[in-house]
């Protein structure tokens, strides 16, 4: 039996048809992991999760292939992506308020779900409280009979994630589900994903900008830059032997006390209009040489689980 829930091949996003926001990407999501996804703002994490999806914008063209069991998503009709959705794969945004409709309380978006995926309602009350309860929400009935609007952050979120889970879907996307929230309540929500994750074997596809999020819950690091992979391995090898000189600036830019201040990343990410030949890290990159600036590094397999686009990374590199 195979432990892979989502096998993305050579995704590539254009805009308009010319700006080539994602290019190529090929990754795995394992049963039961949370893959985190980490780069900076613009470097395509959103979009990637929103194709998988089927929610890109209309002047978007995909190209490749992301198979989910039998189904390739990219390949399905709007009518067969519903059906999927919700059941096999759900999504859940940065922002919960605004991804509820603000004009029907909780209760009623809830039992929209049970009808739209036809799930037996006969046990509806008690599977709700039972998804609330488990999330920290101690009186899940005042709950559902609030407007979204009435909602904390917080509260919101767990709304947003119950939803999610309340066809049992094998994967969940989560947008940066914690950056609209103060650190305490984000840490309380990433303690929930952290449980789905153990307790029902759902697997996880955690995109965020913040490498603490990462270290907390994260099984396996996915490093986005200028819509490519720069990095993949799992979490332990990424703190302990980062390889790229992306991900190791990403770290050094990480907050780590009052003592310690952290490093920015000097300049700007390319812009997806800008055609780059060589690195897209290159005019960043305070270890370039010049082959950087001239040949487009391949994404390399250092061991057998950690995989980098650098000129600078041999195979072997990640086990000193
Ligand atoms: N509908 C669209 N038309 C044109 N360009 C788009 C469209 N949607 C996204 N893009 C571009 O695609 C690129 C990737 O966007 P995306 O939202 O995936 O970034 P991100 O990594 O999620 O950033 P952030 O951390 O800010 O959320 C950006 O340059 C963005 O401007
Ligand atoms: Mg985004």
């Keep these: 039996m195979t432990n892979t829930i989502l096998r993305v091949e050579n995704l590539g996003i254009s805009f308009d048809n010319w700006s080539k926001a994602l290019k190529d990407i090929s990754y795995c999501v394992n049963k039961g992991e949370i893959l985190g996804v980490v780069g900076e703002s613009g470097s395509g994490k959103s979009i990637m999760g929103k194709a998988i999806m089927g929610l890109l914008d209309r002047n978007a063209s ?108 094998k994967l969940i996307i989560a947008d940066e589900p914690t950056t609209a929230l103060d650190v305490t309540t984000g840490k309380e929500v990433l303690k929930i994903f952290k449980k789905i994750k153990d307790t029902m074997g759902t697997s996880i596809l955690l995109i965020t900008h913040d490498m603490g999020v990462i270290a907390e819950v994260a099984d396996r690091v996915m490093v986005m830059y200028h819509g490519e992979i720069v990095e993949i391995s799992d979490v332990f090898s990424f ?44 005019s960043r990159c305070n270890l370039s040489i010049p082959m950087c600036k001239e040949i487009k590094p391949e994404l390399k397999q250092l061991c057998p689980n950690h995989f980098v686009r650098c000129h600078l990374r041999e195979c072997g590199d990640a086990n000193e």
């Design 62 to 169: 995909v190209t490749g292939n992301a198979f989910m069991g039998e189904y390739d998503l990219l390949s399905l009709s709007e009518k067969q992506l519903c059906k999927v959705r919700g059941k096999e794969i759900s999504m859940v945004f940065q922002d919960p308020v605004s991804a509820l409709s603000p004009v029907d309380k909780v209760g009623k978006q809830v039992e929209e779900i049970y009808r739209i995926h036809h799930l037996d309602t006969a046990n509806m009350e008690s599977e709700v409280n039972q998804i609330f309860k488990d999330m920290g929400v101690d009186n899940p009935k005042e709950l559902l009979a609030k407007y979204p609007f009435q909602l904390s952050g917080g509260l919101a979120q767990r709304v947003m994630i119950a939803m999610a889970l309340l066809c049992k879907p």
């Design 239 to 282: 703190f302990d032997k980062a390889q790229s000189p992306y991900a190791i600036d990403l770290q050094k830019a990480m907050p780590v006390g009052f003592e310690k201040r952290f490093m920015a990343i000097k300049g700007e990410p390319p812009n997806i209009f800008d055609s780059i030949v060589g690195c897209a890290y290159e």
